[in-house]
């Protein structure tokens, strides 16, 4: 009996899985990927991930003799013979604890080898190397490993990483059977790893799929590792984690109001006592808030400091006043009035009447009229949602009548401090906008328009959903009819129709509730509607219905971030705008 056959033999299908993989990484991309790793995924989903992930690597676990073998399996896949290593602690670990080993016999190495992609862009072959010299007894893990292939994995990662968009992507992923199946931060990198096993029997052949994010994304961490693989969590565990969640928002919004995200940094670690000092909060108290923030992921501590100190994340920094998008409005808004509303919800679930009503003794609206400051910071705080606008600008209506021989004009209905108005002037130098809001964000919004440059090509309407502007070509619905109930929505849309010449188009933005009852904002969102201000979430087909009470008709709908569509409607019965002004 020969010794050197099974190691050959070995050394062979490696070599053979090796360029398996590297042809692999060639010739896919993450269009044509993720629909064989997940069937039936298409659609809005299918365009929402692939056109936030771009395909990285493929990876596989390899079982060289040693560093020359593994050489010799690089250069014969037409891979860099020469290419770094590192050691492994993750799959050394993973391994270990699969096999009951001892994590200081397994040598695992990393290393990445790069290849083209089909269109030139560079990806790469991920390699884990475990040793395995002859009679080393490492042998039955490696047939082992081979026959399961648990650490061959097909790896995405996200471009322009922001924790909203990452939750939102993981739970695209978990609605197409993708379950939850480890992660961790690495800080060396400075990025988030986030897995999934994905369903049985994918197309391409990997069960395991990999989300990479730079950055420090610890609380879509934590909530993807709430769902450990071996299976749910004790009901009661679960339930006791949901009881808190009030807890969450007051701790976000006391860091808010307490201006700590402007006082702290990501880079540079502050102690409890000195942010105590600039903030004027009890020591003890605000180091026992840090501590519940960390875990949550806004802030992070740092073990090297003496005494408990901590530092910003990029969650934590949406918080800050300064920051691009800041939602630090919506958190004051949340855990202030909002928040009140919500310890009423029995009433409004009972009753179906607004809890907001029933606790401040008028609708939201007037009680925000009243308070020129709670006003403002409910205007800020529908501007902090505003990346959702982010590709409306690109929208087809839009851009065709940006294309059009004269020039068009956007009317932009009840539109708030005119973020989505700006975006959309700033993006089609050739339009021409017409806001009509309340006299208080007339004036805000003339301020916001004047510093995008853009308030030159802008009239302003102080008034209500009467006064809407005759002679629009693109009028814009923003966030409205959610505010308010079918009635009061037929009224709106009627009032549009009128001021609608025959060639113009509706462009509503609303959360659509999901027909399917999958997992969505717009599900908690329409709580929130009903404990607040009355209105409610709707599906499509609801909000069709309600078009075609006031004339207009349905044309499409297409996704948004943060949960949110874009609604296209126009008059009943009139051709396709697109078609009529190209």
């Known amino acids: 009996m020969t010794t050197t056959l099974p190691d050959e033999t070995m050394l062979l299908d490696d070599t053979a899985r090796l360029r398996a993989a590297a042809e692999f990484v060639r010739e896919h991309d993450s269009a044509a990927l993720l629909p064989l790793l997940l069937p039936g995924l298409g659609g809005p989903d299918l365009r929402a991930l692939a056109g936030h992930c771009r395909f990285a690597h493929a990876g596989l676990l390899l079982f060289p003799p040693d560093a020359d073998g593994l050489r010799a399996q690089l250069a014969d896949c037409g891979l860099a013979p020469d290419t770094p290593s590192h050691p492994s602690v993750v799959v050394r670990e993973r391994l270990a604890r699969r096999h009951r080993r001892d994590p200081a016999e397994l040598d695992v190495r990393i290393l990445r080898p790069q290849v083209h992609g089909c269109a030139g862009e560079l990806r790469a072959v991920e390699v884990f190397a475990l040793t395995v010299p002859p009679h080393s007894g490492l042998e039955r893990i490696a047939a082992y490993e081979r026959t399961r292939r648990h650490e061959a994995h097909l790896a995405f990662e996200i471009e322009h990483s922001d924790p909203l968009a990452l939750r939102g992507l993981c739970a695209i992923l978990v609605r197409h059977g993708a379950r939850p199946d480890g992660g961790g931060y690495n800080p060396h990198e400075d990025g988030t790893v986030l897995y999934f096993t994905t369903p049985a029997d994918p197309a391409c052949g990997y069960r395991r799929l990999e989300l990479y994010a730079r950055g420090d994304h610890r609380a879509a961490l934590a909530a993807h590792l709430d769902h450990p693989a071996g299976g749910e969590r004790p009901p009661a565990e679960t339930l006791l984690q949901l009881l808190t969640g009030a807890w969450t928002t007051q701790a976000f919004a006391v860091f808010a109001r307490l201006g700590l995200p402007d006082a702290m940094d990501t880079r540079t670690a502050h102690s409890a ?46 918080l800050r006043a300064d920051a691009p998008g800041s ?8 855990g202030g009035p909002f928040y009140r509303s919500f310890g009423e919800l029995d009433h409004a679930v009972r009753t179906g009447q607004p809890a907001f009503d029933r606790l401040f003794g008028e609708n939201h609206f007037d009680h925000f009229a009243r308070d020129p400051e709670l006003a403002a910071l409910f205007d800020r705080s529908m501007a902090a949602s505003s990346r959702m606008f982010q590709p409306l600008p690109e929208h087809p209506v839009v851009t065709a009548a ?50 995008a440059g853009c308030g030159a090509r802008c009239d302003y309407r102080a008034g209500d959903f009467a006064d809407v502007p005759p002679g629009g070509d693109v009028y814009v619905l923003s966030r409205v009819l959610h505010d308010w109930d079918d009635d009061r929505c037929r009224e709106i849309l009627r009032h549009l129709a009128g001021a609608m010449p025959a060639h113009a188009d509706l462009l509503i933005v609303e959360r659509l509730l999901p027909a399917d009852g999958s997992p969505s904002l717009a599900t908690a969102w329409d709580l929130h509607m009903l404990c607040n201000v ?49």
């Open 534 to 582: 009355g209105g409610r979430e709707r599906r499509a087909d609801h909000y069709a219905r309600l078009l075609a009470d006031a004339g207009l008709q349905l044309v499409g709908h297409s996704p948004l971030p943060l949960d949110a569509h874009v609604l296209h409607a126009r008059r009943a019965s009139v051709p396709d705008p697109t078609a009529r002004r190209s």
């Open 327 to 334: 939602m630090r409005p919506l958190a004051l808004m949340y």
């Open 402 to 451: 940006a294309e059009a021989p004269e020039p068009a004009t956007v009317v932009d209905v009840a539109g708030g401090n005119g973020e989505l108005l700006g975006r959309i002037l700033t993006a089609h130098p050739r339009l021409r906008g017409v806001l009509l809001e309340r006299p208080h964000a007339v004036e805000a919004a003339r301020h916001l328009l004047d510093a």
């Open 273 to 318: 006592e000195d942010l105590a000092l600039l903030t004027g909060a009890h020591p003890r108290g605000l180091a026992t808030l840090l501590r519940y923030l960390a875990m949550l992921g806004a802030v992070t501590p740092a073990p090297d400091q003496e005494g408990e100190a901590f530092r910003l994340t990029e969650l934590g920094a949406l």
